[in-house]
């Protein structure tokens, strides 16, 4: 592994903490682990680890390394400081390797023996310092006969904590027979003191960012929380403008103003909002996970609308105002309640759905909780910040010698005209949503969705290399602001849309083409067009697709999974695809019509061709395969069997 320090440095400190600990009183918690290369020999565990290449031993680094730990004998212990008394505790994350090897051969000593966790826990109670660096390498490795080209010591501060840290190199080549792959880390040492400067860094990083950051949550992470704190700013300077509004409307500074009359305001805005909440819960409750980066940025709108009819409610009851409505204002701050409730269930909705994506990184696990905690803490702070911006605001008293601290922020204050306050307010929103659209644009989501799968899918079949895309490529190129039933073509243009959990008998009205069964017989789904897609054939049996703009649904049948519903999805777009290049060849006074059944088929038949593959580069690509979310909720119908009547020709179909 890397280090940001030089070896010389490297092997100077390492002497130097050879001299301290000779100087210590150790306990005999740990003994010599790192055989002389004399030794190697003696001391052979069956199997026995490879010498390294001689082109290897040869190059001037490793040279280096091994002209300075021959005939040294080094310790593999963590040493931490308390005030001015040092302690001494053992180093073996990897126990378990050790109890493979003979005690006797290792010459390890196994009195209370811990592991690193266990030590790094015995020096936070001890010393309450700030943790920055956790390792899962073993030094327990030490006790290994390996040769000493496959070792390097890295030695690691935490503030005050030093510790001597073997990490084995080139662990490819080794291929270690008894253990499996440990964590790979890169070892970042800081030899600085700990300044107050840093220790500040630390306390704000402790507070506002979660536990393990950076492991312990995804790439986007950063980027999104810096956008969104930016964004919650500029809305919380907004909210003070609508605030203000708000107060005036109910009657604040008017002297005909009765506090029943804004109970009673209050009252009917509250009820529209619940009633919103209840409505807008059953409606888009399924739709918030799949679609989570469209409905993120959908919340902010409708805050932001919410702002708009609070701050423009004083104007609807004024007597300069043209249209004289009674209960205008009334009716502005009831739309304001609604769009309110309704950001709430949309934005609580897919925010629990990008935390969950923050919280479960590719290499780590992350805490949910967490995560949610330090976000709930990060939006307090912004918010404060918002309102309490240049707190304090001295002026002079004519009347007083002395100066007055007036209470006020630096914003609401200078803005009391109307047309100021709509300024400000339209800057404060459109800044507001074009950060907000940075934000959700930059979330690389690892689940597939309607339009992520279409878009993965056909960069995966325009790729020469044959490979599915990252989630990170795809979402240079998701449109937050897409149908997200929609195909588009490579230059971004509709070339059709697909319904997916239709009714059967939605899509067939009267004409029931039962080769469609014997097409799908293999698969857990029915993919067919829309009425009004279709024309039939005069004086011949068949149906044929009319050229235009395509519809499509997807059925499914009982026992269907997620990856039913992804090649359901790939089937659809291919389809659409195919109709559209063929549309493209013809002229504009030909109508090339399309016989039904046969583009069905065709497609099927290359969507089954490419699926497999394609589901497994996903998996490689780091998409998260296992979760799949291309149908919101549960499909209207599921197909569980088909039987054919053939006294009366037709078809009864049973759901459930």
Not at 138 to 160: E, R, T, Y
Not at 232 to 241: I, K, Q, V, Y
Not at 244 to 259: H, M, N, Q, W, Y
Request: glycine residues 6%; proline residues 5%.
């Amino acid at each position: 592994q890397s280090s940001s320090i030089p070896l010389k440095q490297l092997i100077e400190l390492l002497k130097n903490i050879k001299s301290l600990t000779s100087q210590l009183s150790i306990p005999q918690l740990v003994v010599d682990m790192t055989p002389h290369p004399a030794e190697l020999q003696e001391r052979v565990i069956s199997p026995p680890l490879p010498s390294p290449s001689q082109h290897l031993v040869n190059k001037p680094i490793y040279q280096v390394t091994l002209t300075a730990l021959q005939d040294k004998i080094f310790f593999s212990i963590v040493v931490w400081q308390k005030n001015k008394a040092w302690v001494v505790v053992t180093d073996h994350s990897a126990s378990s390797l050790n109890d493979s090897i003979p005690k006797v051969k290792a010459k390890v000593c196994y009195d209370n023996m811990r592991t690193f966790d266990q030590a790094l826990n015995d020096g936070k109670v001890k010393d309450l310092g700030e943790v920055t660096w956790k390792s899962d390498a073993a030094s327990a490795f030490l006790s290994l006969p390996a040769h000493l080209l496959w070792q390097i010591w890295q030695l690691v501060k935490v503030d005050g904590i030093w510790y001597i840290v073997q990490l084995l190199i080139l662990w490819d080549v080794i291929r270690c027979p008894w253990q499996e792959k440990k964590q790979e880390i890169s070892v970042q040492a800081d030899l600085s003191n700990n300044t107050g400067h840093q220790r500040a860094v630390d306390f704000l990083a402790k507070v506002f960012l979660p536990s393990g950051y950076p492991s312990s949550v995804t790439p986007d992470y950063l980027r999104y929380q810096i956008l969104n704190a930016l964004q919650a700013f500029c809305n919380s300077l907004a909210s003070l403008l609508s605030s203000r509004a708000v107060l005036e409307g109910f009657g604040v500074g008017d002297p005909s103003a009765t506090a029943t009359d804004a109970l009673l305001l209050t009252v009917v805005q509250d009820v529209f909002g619940r009633f919103t909440t209840i409505f807008g819960a059953y409606a888009l409750g399924s739709s918030l996970v799949p679609e989570a980066k469209s409905y993120r940025f959908l919340a902010d709108a409708l805050n932001d609308t919410a702002v708009i009819f609070d701050t423009l409610s004083p104007v609807f009851s004024s007597p300069s105002f043209p249209l004289r409505i009674p209960g205008l204002r009334i009716g502005a701050l009831c739309i304001s309640a609604s769009c309110r409730a309704l950001c709430g269930i949309v934005g609580g909705g897919s925010k629990a759905a990008i935390t969950l994506h923050f919280a479960t990184p590719l290499l780590g696990v992350g805490d949910v909780g967490d995560l949610n905690a330090k976000d709930s803490s990060k939006e307090t702070v912004l918010a404060l910040l918002g309102m309490l911006v240049n707190f304090f605001v001295l002026y002079e008293d004519g009347n007083s010698t002395h100066p007055v601290i007036q209470l006020g922020t630096l914003l609401v204050p200078h803005i009391s005209g109307p047309w100021p306050t709509y300024s400000a307010l339209f800057l404060l929103v459109i800044l507001h949503l074009l950060i907000n659209y940075l934000a959700v644009c930059g979330l690389e989501l690892r689940t597939l969705n309607r339009q992520r799968a279409g878009k993965a899918w056909n960069l995966y079949r325009l790729s020469t290399e044959s490979k599915a895309p990252s989630p990170a490529e795809v979402s240079r190129i998701d449109n937050v602001l897409s149908r997200p039933d929609v195909f588009h073509d490579d230059l971004g243009r509709i070339i059709g849309r697909c319904t997916i959990g239709s009714y059967f008998s939605d899509i067939f009205h009267e004409h029931f083409p039962c080769r469609l069964l014997e097409i799908f017989a293999q698969e857990r789904y029915l993919l067919w067009y829309d009425h009004r897609c279709l024309s039939l054939r005069p004086g011949r049996e068949g149906q044929d697709v009319r050229s235009g703009s395509l519809h499509l649904h997807i059925v499914f049948k009982e026992g269907y999974s997620g990856a039913d519903q992804l090649k359901a999805w790939c089937h659809a777009a291919d389809l659409c695809r195919t109709l559209a290049l063929s549309a493209r060849k013809t002229t504009k006074t030909e109508d090339k019509l399309h016989d039904a059944l046969d583009l069905i088929d065709t497609t099927l038949k290359l969507s089954c061709r490419d699926f497999p593959k394609f589901f497994k580069f996903l998996r490689d690509a780091g998409w998260n395969v296992d979760d799949i979310a291309i149908m919101a909720g549960s499909p209207k119908a599921i197909l569980t069997g088909v039987e054919t009547r053939d006294e009366i020709g037709r078809e009864n179909k049973k759901f459930r």
